[in-house]
């Protein structure tokens, strides 16, 4: 598991490691860690030219220290001070001392030949967008060849949202202090983090904002069925999904609860023919959910339409007291009548993308996390709200960000896929939140392994979920991290 940590989270436990050890030791250890992992990924110093992007706070005083360790090491040091006045006093006599080149934005001619850049402009104490000086800076140093590393956060991110201001610095990697910042690894700021690097400074961090789960925390929600198993023990799904005309949902939504967890699926609705043609796995008929026998969590939503029969589906579905998950069309009829979940007492999934999420009346200003956990607050359901980094909200609080989403996943029918999955799990009684996230990851896996053989398409994700299993338990020779 990944904790996410906010910037303000960070700062309280900094201060009281800092009120514990000796002047400056806190920022050694990150500034030492910082030069490691640019050795590391250089991984050369003799005649590397190196630059220092320095703002005027403590994340320029990491990299006037983790530039001098380098400068020691034998490589080329520029340290280019935005704020000459200002920049931080230990670190740059420390710069000086080891022989480095100091210089100001007037004089900066060259900062496209860097072979790395390392930006210390600002980190958790930035505001908004970059001043012009600064923005200046990392626009010639990005147009070179250099390997971009940020120093804790880029500059221009937000560390708690991940809102990308225009000019921010777009790191391939960053070297991150103390804890992973949600900023990191959702919304835009994660295409601008690149490769997450932590250093753990020993600090004594309370209950994290938000997390993120790694293969061996997905594995673990998902025990291999025992020797008392059976076909309904393991968790029976109900899917509606798809219609007579269109029963591609309905065939890629069976297809991957069935793929994902192989008790036994039952499929009710109108694309009984298609399902049945591709799964004769599955348990078909063309009747109403509620007929459709013991179930022990309902899918509900994807291309089954908007008409009023659909709506009668939806009502019916959502008065059992049964976990649901509504994906799709199931989202714009619920967007009329909220109160259908928020009177519910068993759980309930909701899995909307971006417009889904404004349709259903939630504001989505830049700020995902936030977004998604006021809208699972008010709804008292579990919102996935879909992204490159899908957000699992769920009404308590609790928050996951998926760290597996690849933009190849961005292509029709994987949505219903995605539905198929979660509700597979959540059909074994998994917690929803749980339940969702562990989706969500499975999901983005399947991705990943399908993309490795080309442009995906939604029924090579369906293919690849034994796989996707398979690889999180460990198998394929990774490791479970
Ligand atoms: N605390 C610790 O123990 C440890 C902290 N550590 C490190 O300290 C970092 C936090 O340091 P910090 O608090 O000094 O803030 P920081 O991120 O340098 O930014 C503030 C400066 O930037 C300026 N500035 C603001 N916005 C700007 C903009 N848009 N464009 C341009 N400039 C802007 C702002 O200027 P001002 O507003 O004051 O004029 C101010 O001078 C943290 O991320 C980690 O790297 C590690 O060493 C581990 C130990
Ligand atoms: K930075």
């Known amino acids: 598991m990944t904790d996410l940590h906010t910037a303000d989270q960070v700062r309280a436990a900094e201060a009281v490691a800092l009120a514990r050890t000796p002047e400056g030791a806190l ?17 050369r110093a003799v005649g590397l030219r190196v630059t220092l992007l320095v703002g005027s706070g403590d994340n320029g005083g990491d990299a006037l220290w983790a530039g001098a360790t380098l400068a020691r090491r034998g490589a080329a040091v520029t340290g280019l001070l935005l704020d000459p006045d200002r920049a931080h006093p230990a670190g740059l006599a420390a710069l000086r001392r080891a022989g480095a080149r100091v210089v100001t934005a007037a004089d900066a001619a060259g900062l496209d030949r860097a072979d790395l850049v390392l930006d210390g402009i600002t980190g958790i104490g930035g505001r908004g967008g ?8 990392v626009g010639r140093a990005v147009a070179g060849p250099g390997l971009l590393v940020a120093v804790d956060v880029p500059s221009g991110v937000d560390a708690d949202t991940g809102v990308v201001e225009d000019g921010a610095f777009p790191a391939q990697h960053t070297v991150t202090f103390g804890a992973v910042k949600p900023g990191l690894v959702v919304g835009e700021g994660r295409g601008h983090a690149g490769v997450v690097h932590l250093v753990d400074l020993g600090l004594e961090l309370g209950p994290p904002a938000a997390r993120q789960l790694t293969d061996g925390d997905v594995a673990a929600l998902l025990p291999d069925p025992g020797a008392g198993d059976d076909k309904y023990s393991q968790g029976v799904v109900g899917i509606h999904a798809g219609s007579a005309t269109y029963p591609g949902a309905g065939v890629l939504c069976t297809g991957a609860a069935l793929r994902t967890r192989p008790g036994l699926v039952r ?11 591709a799964w004769p796995e599955a348990i078909v008929s063309s009747g109403r959910p509620a007929d459709a026998g013991r179930v022990q969590a309902w899918v509900v939503g994807p291309g089954g339409g908007t008409d009023d029969e659909a709506r009668d589906v939806l009502a019916e579905v959502l008065a059992l007291d049964l976990p649901v998950l509504v994906d799709a069309d199931g989202l714009t009829l619920l967007a009329d009548d909220l109160d259908l979940v928020r009177h519910r007492s068993a759980p309930t999934v909701l899995t909307p993308h ?3 999420f404004t349709r259903l009346g939630f504001d989505l200003a830049g700020d995902r996390i936030g977004a998604a956990r006021s809208a699972a607050a008010d709804l008292g359901a579990v919102v996935l709200l879909k992204g490159d980094a899908t957000v699992v909200a769920g009404p308590d609080g609790t928050t996951f960000v998926n760290g597996t989403g690849t933009p190849w996943l961005a292509t029709a029918g994987t949505g219903d896929v995605l539905s198929g999955v979660v509700g597979a799990l959540l059909a074994t009684g998994l917690p929803a939140v749980e339940a969702a996230a562990a989706g969500a990851h499975l999901h983005g896996r399947a991705g990943q392994l399908a993309a490795a053989g080309g442009p995906l398409i939604a029924s090579d994700l369906v293919r690849h979920l034994p796989a996707a299993v398979h690889r999180v338990q460990g198998g394929l020779g990774h490791s479970r991290a």
């Open 354 to 356: 971006d417009r889904e």
């Open 130 to 137: 970059l001043r012009p000086a600064a923005a200046d800076a």
């Open 27 to 43: 920022m050694q250890r990150a500034a030492t860690g910082l030069a490691t992992v640019c050795l590391r990924l250089a991984g």
């Open 267 to 277: 499929y009710a609705g109108t694309a009984a023919e298609g399902v049945r043609a």
